[in-house]
């Protein structure tokens, strides 16, 4: 899948300036729009209005459109949500393995998100703005872009703190991406899995 869609992006360079903001934004949009499905949920929470921490780590595997990389990486994050469904994630993501030529890039993301509950599964939606840290070819330079990102994805509830983070898919735009001395939108997107615990 992730072969495909480097196949479709082209290489590095031949994105439209625009066409990936747009891209996120429709993401971002369909996922929020979600939120008027929720009317499926079972037994509503009776201590609606708490606050919920949990916290989690992911192993991931990504697409990045620059060089067509395939890179393998691990992930942090804390989630902060309300029982009324709505909360916030944020994200320390390291793409540190199976480097080619030295590059490797990190992600450091927060926003909102939204989950649903079913039974003992709770898919959720998400949207965050972050800085993504990118190492280039060789060790020849370094840069700091601004990372929009939308996703979502499905945890199962195992036990009283206890989640499986099934899946969790995420679309990444570097709006300001430089190939060189020229700015060239980039895009990167991956699938993980892992575990959250829920803390208090």
Not at 58 to 73: A, I, N, P
Not at 129 to 136: A, L, Q, T
Not at 165 to 174: G, H, L, V
Request: proline share 3%; with cysteine; net charge positive.
């Amino acid at each position: 899948m992730l072969h495909d869609f480097g196949k479709r992006w082209g290489n590095k360079g031949t994105l439209r300036p625009g066409a990936g903001v747009a891209l996120a934004a429709a993401a971002l949009a369909v996922c929020l729009a979600l939120t008027g499905t929720a009317h499926g949920q079972v037994v509503p929470d009776a201590r609606a209005g708490g606050l919920v921490i949990s916290a989690g780590g992911t192993g991931s595997g990504f697409y990045l459109q620059y060089g067509e990389r395939k890179m393998l990486g691990i992930s942090g994050f804390v989630d902060a949500d309300t029982r009324r469904r709505i909360g916030v994630e944020a994200e320390g993501r390291w793409l540190e393995f199976n480097q080619t030529a030295n590059v490797h890039a990190e992600t450091y993301s927060i926003g909102p998100r939204y989950h649903m509950n079913f039974r003992k599964f709770q898919p959720y939606a998400k949207g965050m703005i972050g800085i993504g840290n990118m190492n280039f070819t060789y060790n020849l330079g370094t840069g700091s872009y601004l990372v929009v990102t939308a996703g979502g994805g499905v945890d199962y509830h195992l036990s009283h703190r206890i989640y499986i983070r099934a899946t969790d898919f995420e679309y990444q735009f570097w709006p300001q991406f430089s190939y060189g001395a020229t700015t060239s939108p980039m895009a990167s997107v991956g699938i993980s899995a892992g575990i959250r615990v829920r803390v208090f």
